[in-house]
């Protein structure tokens, strides 16, 4: 969620002056009898960094392959740049794509799989051999230029994948899960690389990823997909706090889903009626509710607040049980009971060395959140 | 535990010494006697019952006679050399068959693999003796292949095939094409697929991704089918006797002739030594190869 400089300005979605660079239009792909991508139309914008989203199988590499040229699609189209890229063979498209295995020519050092691509251009010897070093000097790989990719860690070896795609400066950088075998310190310092590098080279990129603090750290939008579909486009502060399914909701994050009959309150807001004799949740709906309507309401576990005494600043207050507490460090999860019989977890910082010990199985306390704090989906 | 280790590690040593080395040593001291109208047909025999002059005495009677009169009748070092050169050519034309068969099963879906390489090795359950015979009835003059394209109208007399180099060559071809098709199928089937698609998202068009990817990594295993099919098609006697008539000159051939037309076993045996010393070389350099190789795969 490191939505990082202030100059917050980059919502190129917003602008419906803005070309996309890619756009997917009502593109579907069968392996025989078998949907892989289900009516898919989806706009990607020039400099963005689109983070692809879900769980296994659902599609995510198939529709990268389809972008590189290695897949056709079987109904629909696939513009980059204004122009239906379905006759281009993958050596004529401006794309490159970071495969997840690496794809490492073996037999080629460091320098020369960089230089690979930029041979095939029939550029001339001298750039090539600079663009090669700047490649070298930016993923940090010149002390191993002349070493074949057997002689070198698996980190490394994922840096030089990453040099390779993008020595031929493409528009548009296909990443399919290029963090994953990295370890979680290596792992946070490329994704900051890989921000470093969008930055400085304004190309495009599309990266798959199943880690979604990843996702949220380096996407500026992110696509949750599902069985072919794409469920939800959004920025990451966007897909946490206001996700737009409880498929959704489920997938990013922890969270809390409680379902009831919504009855309208004032000012536009809703009471949730979730369990018979407990005070209803007043909540913020973001569309119009009926009455009497069956919703789930969303809460993430830090949005609940665990306390002796209900904070009254806030509109919600509920009775709980503590079942367990999950000290985590910098955080404690505990998990409750409300009377109802309702489960809720909620997390609490540790701020204070073992301040929160007071808190401990069995006791019985108050949670409070306030009435924007969770989300209504209706579902 | 150390008695074990040294078991293991002496039975090989023990094998080859039994098996190779003494058999070696016997042809080798054959090859330094002389011919003799006698039961073996040469001399000087080892007698132990005469103590240690008899064996001073035998060891004198030892010669490089024989060496010498390999490099004096140009016969021999001519065979030498033939054989070098049709073992060369029909190692190489094997591979130009053998390559892109390899290729083809290696593309082939999975399932079918299993059957194509039963089909590649299916040749190997009849004798070969008899798949050579079944050669010169499709070669000859009235045989298979004549006949059909006589019939074609193609050509109206038929061609020599038999017994002209050709045929030594379709022979050895045949032959060995196993040995050139699985080293390099092993080879192409661990290549990965995403290689090839990588170097064409990076540019290549698919012949050159071929060029540039696939050639350079199935090297290995083009080496190696070279060196199998090489190094016993040097020292091949039956097809070129069987195929090759008088007019082929291999150095197998002039072997056999040496030791049951001539019964010169003392000329054979020196023959077979100066083949062995030339096969020694290639023979390092393929486990060289496979040594790379085994390296380069760690
Ligand atoms: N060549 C193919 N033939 C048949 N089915 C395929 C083929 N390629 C992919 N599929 C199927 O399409 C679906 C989507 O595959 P895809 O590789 O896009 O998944 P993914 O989202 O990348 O999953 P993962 O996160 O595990 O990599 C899968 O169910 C897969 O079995
Ligand atoms: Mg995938």
Known sequence: MAQSKPQNVFAPWNDPQEKPLIRFQNVTKRFGTFTAIDNLTLDIYRREFFALLGPSGCGKTTMMRMLAGFETPTEGTILIDGVDVGPIPPNKRAVNMMFQSYALFPHLTVEDNIAFGLRRDKTDRSSIADRVSEMLRLTRLEKFAKRKPHQISGGQRQRVALARSLAKAPKLLLLDEPLGALDRKLREQTQFELMDIQEKTGTTFVIVTHDQEEAMTVASRVAVMDHGKVIQVDTPAGIYETPNSVYVADFIGDVNIIRGKAHPADGGLIRIHYAEGAEPILATPTQPVAAGQDVAFAIRPEKIVVAWEPDHSRANHARGKIIDIAYLGNISTYHLELPSGQKVSAQMTNARRLARRDFTWDDEVWLSWSDTAGVVLQD | ?298
């Open chain 2, 1 to 298: 535990m150390n008695l074990r280790r040294v078991t293991l590690i002496a039975l090989p040593y023990l094998w080859l010494l039994g098996f190779f080395l003494v058999p070696f040593l016997i042809v080798l001291k054959i090859a330094l006697s002389d011919t003799a109208v006698a039961i073996p047909p040469y001399t000087p025999t080892l007698d132990l019952s005469g103590g240690w002059a008899a064996i001073r005495d035998f060891f004198g009677q030892l010669d490089f006679e024989n060496f010498t009169w390999l490099t004096e009748d140009e016969l021999y070092w001519k065979s030498y050399l033939s054989s070098v050169r049709i073992a060369a050519i029909s190692t190489f034309i094997t591979l130009l068959v053998g390559y892109p068969i390899a290729y083809a099963m290696a593309q082939s879906p999975d399932e079918w693999r299993p059957t194509l390489m039963m089909l590649v090795i299916l040749p190997f359950w009849t004798s070969f003796l008899i798949r050579v015979y079944a050669w010169i009835g499709i070669l000859s003059n009235e045989g298979f292949l004549n006949q059909f394209l006589l019939w074609t109208g193609l050509i109206d007399t038929p061609l020599t095939i038999m017994n002209t180099t050709t045929a030594v060559y379709v022979g050895i071809v045949y032959t060995y094409l196993p040995f050139m098709i699985l080293p390099i199928y092993a080879a192409l089937e661990k290549l990965d697929g995403s290689l090839i698609e990588a170097a064409e998202d990076l540019g290549c068009s698919r012949l050159s991704a071929f060029w540039l990817v696939t050639l350079p990594l199935s090297r290995p295993g083009v080496i190696a089918g070279c060196f199998l099919v090489f190094i016993p098609a040097l020292g091949e006697f039956v097809i070129p006797s069987l195929l090759g008539g008088s007019q082929t000159l291999m150095i197998g051939k002039v072997l056999w002739e040496e030791f049951f037309s001539n019964r010169d076993w003392p000329v054979a045996s020196a023959v077979a030594v100066v083949l062995l010393l030339l096969l020694i070389i290639p023979i390092v350099l393929f486990q060289k190869n496979q040594q790379r190789q085994q390296e380069a795969e760690q």
